[in-house]
Each structure stands twice: as structure tokens, then as C-alpha cells.
């Protein structure tokens, strides 16, 4: 256990619809990961938080936005849902500080499925 | 061509058998280097971590990095069932904010 959690373990919705992911990371993180998870394109690094405010973007659409909330715990939010935002979403934290900075530790992962 | 590539495998070995894992790269920059493994259905656990060239050792596991090749290596000696999971390579440059990239991973499979 990483001691990062995710909720829910598994999403099942429409296309077009919107859905929100939860991640709170370990105990004293302050930096919060997420990535996507697909079968043809591997683990994608979508983007960062670091104390509340974003640090890093990487391949994410303009329909998923995500957020980082006093307490630490993020929130990654999918909007007008395509049958190709089907995948594994991850969240990961990892401590302040170089180098420990690198150490990134997973929580268990959304699987979202659109129909 | 992809900034890190992995042999998907799969790759199946005896127990106890030694087994080699490779990535290369084409960024010069990046300067960390870890490997992580994924068991079906949970997240990737950081397994090994290293900076720049060099070996480094954790029980069964060693990593290797060859930054002159733009090559790293995991060696597990002595494999278990247990190791049997995909391995990920990721590594990322030493400079700002610049995200950990990842290969798409290796499937292993140790037989019993």
C-alpha cells in the first residue's frame, strides 16, 4: 500500500458526460501526479499540482481539468466523455525536495470505462 | 522516434532465472532514472532509482544506467513467481518542472 487512495476503483458512464476523479496523496506530500493509462499509449503524464497550485502540464485535453485543494487532495475532472477517454487514470504524490522529488508513489487507480 | 522505448515482451523465464530489462532513450538530458513495477490491476511501485550513470543494488535487483548509450538495464538474479508483473522504465531530466516519462513496459512472466 502507497498510501495514496483514489476513489471510485471503477467508473462506468456515457459519452458526453462529465465525471470526477478523486486522489488524496501520502501523508505529508505536497505534490500530486496524474496520468492516463492506456493499452497503445502506456502511462501519459497529464499534469501536476505542487501545494495547491499547478505546476506542469503534459498531454491533457482542454476537456479535463484538475485542481489541488487546501487539504492536499486533487481532483481530476473529464467532461463531454469520448469512447477513446476510456483508460486507467493514476494518481501519484511524491515528498518536496530534490531529489526525493522523483520518488513517485501510485495510488491504485481509477478505471474508467465510456460507453 | 519515441523519447523512451521498451521491448513490450512478453518475456517468460524459468525461476531463477536471471533476467535482463533494458530501455533506451534519446533525451541527453535526463538525468534520473527509476524503474517501477505494475502488478495487474494496481498502480506502478517505485522499485529502483538512480541519478545519472552508474550501478546501484537492492537485493535482488540491480539497475544499470549507460548514459553514453542512452541505455539502462534492471537485472532481477534469482526469480521468483512473484516478480511476474510488467516492469516500467521512467526517467526524467534535471531540470525544472519537466515530467517523469515513461516506456511502455516490459511484461514478465517467471514460471514456476
Redesign the interface.
Known sequence: D?G?TQTPKHLITATGQRVTLRCSPRSGDLSV?WYQQSLDQ????LI?Y?NGEE??K?NILERFSAQQFPDLHSELNLSSLELGDSALY?C?SSPAGT?RY????????TRLTVL | QKEVEQDPGPLSVPEGAIVSLNCTYSNSAFQYFMWYRQYSRKGPELLMYTYSSGNKEDGRFTAQVDKSSKYISLFIRDSQPSDSATYLCAMRANSGNTPLVFGKGTRLSVIA
Open positions: 502507497s495514496v501526479y502506456g502511462l501519459q503524464f501536476q505542487y505546476r506542469a503534459g493514476f501519484a531529489p522523483n520518488e513517485q508513489f501510485f495510488g491504485p487507480g
